[in-house]
């Protein structure tokens, strides 16, 4: 069965420091997908970020950039130079890919990201 | 812009009234979904349903019943609400696919059952 971690429960830095959310995940399958949502104070999820698993490319999208790292199992999420608006609940999560099933995703448990001005 | 709208944004409940939960989304996607949030769980999936009529079970469906009449509008039922079902409701929505497209949630609907 699939899964998804995020040790990391709870972070707090100060502004304008890099911070960096953890997200470990399980799964039997070659194919799958991984994403990254944030959850603002005003409570809907927003979409940031999908990666297949043939793609180990990592990513920047201006102060953002995610690393994946199959050998590791890990698909980590970086904030540089962190902004208040940064604050917020941050989830990892995973699609298995294959038949019905495979449009499901699995949540990990979220990092609550506070940034302190 | 996709959106994905809930009937309620707060609701208050007694145990053992049966509760709708409404949600509808306005991209003709295929796919709809029910979720439970609490602290430190992350998202739970409660039902999924990738066409009209048709829904598979998520985590935890039990004590949770679902409708899906028009490909716009997905409800979820509790049909004797207890306490411990007081959270936060997210709906989503997505094309249908191998798991490539991303969901798009609704506000959410915190519920409390007293």
């Known amino acids: 069965a699939q899964k998804v971690t995020q040790a990391q429960t709870e972070i707090s830095v100060v502004e304008k420091e890099d911070v960096t959310l953890d997200c470990v995940y399980e799964t039997r399958d070659t194919t799958y997908y991984l994403f990254w949502y944030k959850q603002p104070p005003s409570g809907e999820l927003v979409f940031l970020i999908r990666?297949?698993?043939?793609?180990?490319q990592n990513e920047i999208s201006g102060r953002y950039s995610w690393n994946f790292q199959k050998s590791t199992s890990s698909f980590n999420f970086t904030i540089t130079a962190s902004q208040v608006v940064d604050s917020a609940v941050y989830f990892c999560a995973l699609s298995e890919g294959v038949g019905n099933a495979g449009n499901m995703l699995t949540f990990g448990g979220g990092t609550r990201l506070m940034v302190k001005p | 812009d996709v959106k994905v709208t809930q009937s309620s944004r707060y609701l208050v409940k007694r145990t053992g009234e049966k509760v709708f939960l409404e949600c509808v989304q306005d991209m003709d996607h295929e796919n709809m979904f029910w979720y439970r949030q609490d602290p430190g769980l992350g998202l739970r999936l409660i039902y999924f349903?990738?066409?009209?009529?048709?829904?598979e079970k998520g985590d935890i469906p039990e004590g949770y019943s679902v409708s899906r009449e028009k490909k716009e509008r997905f409800s979820l039922i509790l049909e004797s609400a207890s306490t411990n079902q007081t959270s936060m409701y997210l709906c989503?929505?997505?094309?249908f696919g191998t798991g490539y497209y991303e969901q798009y949630f609704g506000p959410g609907t915190r519920l409390t059952v007293t």
């Open positions: 349903s990738y066409d009209v009529k048709m829904k």
């Open positions: 990666r297949n698993s043939f793609d180990e």
């Open positions: 989503a929505s997505s094309f």
